[in-house]
């Protein structure tokens, strides 16, 4: 369906995966340590929130703001496994996403029905409302409440064989190196679904719905497969980010943990592009965790002006005409001596 | 039935101040198409403004009241002005600059005001109502809620300014062709959903504890309001506020005040799935 690319195009297109992945893979070897080890490993898992909200929302344009209840499900499915059920975590991840994917069809459903903003402030509603159910009588007193729910995190049982010294520094590698894997592969995922056959149509639903029914496209199936394709990235990162930080508190279904952060990324990223929102992922991370250094408590104050300016200077998103730029410079790099 | 009675007393008490909250939002939604997630921390700016003019100058409270109520407008045209205007073609952008005020806002009253919850001085004494004393705080609150809703349906109904809101809310491109300036529409409802805002934070700072976060609750509880009664219906947005305000007062005297933050909205959510448009709303 899309132009034939350039071989130059294509060779950019599998190299700059090819070596996103290879440095998320080597910085540990660089001497990656520590505080930022721990930062990397939850900008890794945020990864999947910004991809699983790109490329259903960035492309369908439905805009699903319910990506904390669907990641909080999984979350407290796998806690609630483990605390009750003694289920080990590593076995519990998968009943964990199965059960975050059959309820994230809660906020799916209406979506057939409802469209634009109606939508999104109804997805919306579900995680402030699973929240509240969460922290208030009687619910607290099994889900833990504000407090939170505790129980060894993943790998631990392992972990406490080794030296004591030995502890926390297997542990911060290990877990990077899992939630490392799962971006690259989500990356690699989203970036052949978005740039298929499948991702056109989705873009086509996104632009107008009725006439992508008229050319021929499923609308109903594509729009379950990429809502499917969301839902599992955001499972998956809830769950492995319970797995890995306990105790469980509500803070994982509020708006401003688990939304603000990819919402941000995909905007200024540029919607439905994959490339950008996966770029701005990492990019603000860096930005916000500088800003500490650099004007202390006022970080969240400097952080938001600066979103807003992305924001306004270019709606498309940044960081994706940012990268176009680049990518045609350097295609033209190599294609110039041979004309 | 001593119970049912507090439910219907306070159910009503809370609705009309939902329902003044709620028009202001829903004014917003209907001229912008877009959601103003900093509406919520305008209530809070009108009730901290308010605080600190009468307990750092000194001023009597209705006239620290009207300043901050002024001020609040002010600030709800500049917000506006700075993050709605220049992204309007961008509704997911604006979704992201509102809400960027917004935790501006909070930081700022978190480092200036800190984390302390605050309260404005009550109105003394108390009127029986139905039997059960309700503070004078209250019938100021009610009486001044539904004065504005009223001052607001004979605004947009009798008015020239009034009618052009009207109009571009319905369309923004025929209002156009009417020789309606949508922008300058759009200063005068963000100018007047602040002065909204802030009059519902004044009145109610005395009676709510108000916390830099405290812009929230009651930003979700008008999302949902609105949603409910259909956007740009200001009956439906009335009948709406009374359900909320008498679910939420029959959950806290039965089921506690923890899940009455919850039931209404899950409720909300069970209506719009059997009717997407809200109770008065209509398709497009």
Redesign the interface.
Known sequence: MFARASIAKKVLRLLHGLLAALALLLLPLLGLRGYWLDVLTRVNLFLLLTLSLDIYSGTTLY?NLGIPFIAGSAAYTLALLNVYQKVPLEVAIAPAVGVAILLSFLIF??SL???G??FS??S???P??AA??V???PF?LYLGGEGGLSYPALLYSYARTLPARERLPFLQLSYYYISAVAAVVAYALTYKLAYSDLGFAMRAIGQDEVLAEGTGIDTFRVKVVSFLVSSALASVAGALYAAMRPPLTVDILIP?NTL?PP??A???GG?GSIVGPAIANYLLMLIYELLWDVVG?WR??IY??I??AM??AK?QGVIFSLYLKARSYVTNKIRAPRT | MEELKYILVFGLLHSSTYLAFSLGFSLI?GVA???NLAYGVLYVLSGYVAYELMMSVGLPFYVAACLAVALTGVASLLVGE??IR??L?????V???T???A??LE??FK?SMGLKPVTLPLLPGTVSVAGIPVSNQWILVVSVSLAMTLALVLFLRRTDTGMAIRAVAESWEESLRLSINPLRVLRVTLLLTGLYAGMTGVLLAPLKALTPSAGWAPL?AA??IV?LGGVGSIVGTAIASVIYGLVEQAVTFTL????A??VP??L??VV??LR??GIMGRG?
């Open positions: 805009l459903l209406p029905r409802v469209r903003i109606y402030i109804m919306l509603l579900l402030i409302i509240g159910i922290t208030s009588q607290s401003a603000v919402l941000t995909v905007v200024v919607m408590r969240t104050v938001m002006v979103l807003i924001v306004i709606p | 939604l198409k877009i959601p700075a993050t220049p992204a073609k961008n509704p997911v952008g979704f992201i600059t809400m960027s005020v935790y501006i930081e700022y480092m979700f999302f949902a949603i506690g005040s923890g899940l933050r919850v909205l899950l909300i959510v719009l799935l997407p448009h497009e």
